[in-house]
């Protein structure tokens, strides 16, 4: 069963601008986990923050965790046309199985 | 470089015909897995293997087998695909060994199934 549901579902922003997508799951977790799928092609692991932070970055992106609203959010800063591409959250409860959240589509505009 | 293969990137098959899709690994990962993600939508897990033992979801169709000759390779067998079956199935590894939590997954391309 589905954890993680995306907010928004579609995004669409000009080049330079910041994105921002956010993430809500519903159980307690080990961490959790943003993968961008580019159309048509596999998942590739971003980033992952456990329980136990509150907030992580790797180049243009900054992950936070709030395991008390259960919640967290991605956000891509000096957005790019490259950064185009579905984004999923996706949890960890228990030893290593994912389950993924919906997804958010995210349109850079040159 | 070592990556997660899967082939074909796209396969076209009849109603009710069997169908196999690859996937082969030089990542060594102990840990392999198969989702099915329809359009607009995440992706679920059908089974994975850890090792050589199975794992199936509970609602994964019977429909739906999978096969891991060895550490390398893994493979789906749809044996009587139906039009709802056509979607992009995934294929993944992740390493549980010399402990390792095995949290992050490698994905390969993926293959497109369409049933005609």
């Known amino acids: 069963s589905q954890q993680g549901e995306e907010d928004p579902q579609a995004l669409s922003i000009q080049e330079g601008e910041n994105a921002t997508m956010n993430c809500s799951y519903k159980?307690?977790?080990?961490?959790l986990q943003w993968y961008r799928q580019n159309s048509g092609r596999g998942l590739v692991h971003l980033i992952l923050i456990r329980s136990n932070e509150r907030e992580k970055h790797s180049g243009r992106l900054r992950v936070t965790l709030d395991t008390s609203k259960k919640s967290s959010s991605l956000l891509i800063t000096a957005s790019r046309a490259a950064d185009t591409a579905s984004y999923f959250c996706a949890t960890v409860a228990g030893s290593y199985q994912l389950t993924f959240g919906k997804g958010t589509k995210l349109s850079v505009i040159p | 470089d070592a990556m997660v293969i899967q082939n074909p990137r796209y396969q076209v098959t009849q109603f009710g015909k069997p169908v196999t899709l690859s996937c082969s690994q030089t990542l060594n990962h102990n840990v392999m897995y198969w989702y099915q993600q329809k359009s607009s939508q995440a992706p679920k897990l059908l089974f994975h293997y850890y090792d050589k033992d199975f794992n199936n979801e509970a609602d994964t169709p019977d429909n739906f087998q999978s096969r891991r000759p060895n550490t390398s390779f893994c493979f789906l067998d749809i044996r009587s695909p139906g039009l709802g079956d056509a979607a992009m199935y995934l294929c993944?590894?992740?390493?549980?060994?010399?402990?390792?939590?095995?949290?992050?997954?490698?994905f390969g391309p993926g293959t497109r199934l369409l049933v005609l």
């Open positions: 159980t307690s977790i080990n961490n």
């Open positions: 993944a590894t992740s390493d549980t060994t010399s402990g390792r939590l095995g949290e992050t997954q490698y």
